[in-house]
């Protein structure tokens, strides 16, 4: 059962433009949506979380949009950068339970 | 400081060998995660510890995989009777809080598998 589910598997955003990636989730009980990043040969490294609390949440270009009555949050990269090329990866938890479900990862290439 | 660390960094090994794989947390973190993750795929759970206590194996697929942990630090993951559908990335990550609010895992650069 995939109770995470990403989309797109891969995008490629010019320089500067806007890169979108979302997920969908099943679990209700899910209760903090981090978003990793991973570069090649590389472990995942958060990038940003988000409780569902909020609707959304910044950090500098990154920003995460949470719908919880559609079960769905999505990853906006601002001002996308050739540096922000990488597999960038959602997950799900819930309170108690600490093991992470991930989605199942997007390519994003930004070209300069 | 040093991240999470694990080795070897690459394991080849034939059908029917066991093999163990080794994760070295981050220093005074409670919790330590295993999870496999296929090319292409996202991180698969395979089982956790909070200390020296194993909280969940529900990832573990069979039998086969067993996962110790028994300071409280270094943790290894064993697969016996290894078989080619057990190739794969298997990661390791910590996070300090157990779970609290605000926890985070660090992740490993992983072992590469590849069972001929």
């Known amino acids: 059962q995939q109770q995470v589910k990403q989309s797109p598997q891969s995008l490629i955003v010019q320089k500067g433009g806007i890169s979108i990636i979302n997920c969908a989730y099943e679990?209700?009980?899910?209760?903090?949506f981090p978003w990793y990043q991973q570069f090649p040969g590389k472990g995942p490294a958060l990038l940003i979380a988000i409780r569902p609390d909020v609707s959304e949440k910044k950090e500098g270009r990154f920003t995460i949009s949470f719908n919880k009555s559609a079960k769905q949050f999505s990853l906006h990269i601002m001002d996308s950068q050739p540096g922000d090329s990488a597999t960038y990866f959602c997950a799900a938890t819930r309170q108690g339970a600490q093991k992470l479900v991930f989605g199942q990862g997007t390519r994003l290439t930004i070209n300069p | 400081g040093a991240g999470v660390s694990q080795s070897p960094r690459y394991k080849v090994t034939k059908r029917g060998q066991d093999v163990a794989l080794r994760c070295d947390p981050i220093?005074?973190?409670?919790?330590l995660y295993w999870y496999r993750q296929a090319l292409g795929q996202g991180p698969e759970f395979l089982t956790y510890f909070n200390y020296e206590a194993q909280q969940d194996k529900s990832g573990l697929p069979n039998d086969r995989f067993s996962a110790e942990r028994p300071e409280g630090s270094i943790s290894t993951l064993t697969i016996q009777r290894t078989e080619q559908r057990d190739s794969a990335m298997y990661r390791c990550?910590?996070?300090?809080?157990?779970?609290?609010?605000?926890?985070?895992?660090?992740f490993g650069p992983g072992t590469r598998l590849t069972v001929l």
């Open positions: 220093s005074g973190h409670v919790s």
């Open positions: 990550a910590s996070s300090p809080f157990a779970g609290g609010p605000g926890d985070t895992q660090y």
């Open positions: 679990n209700t009980a899910f209760d903090y």
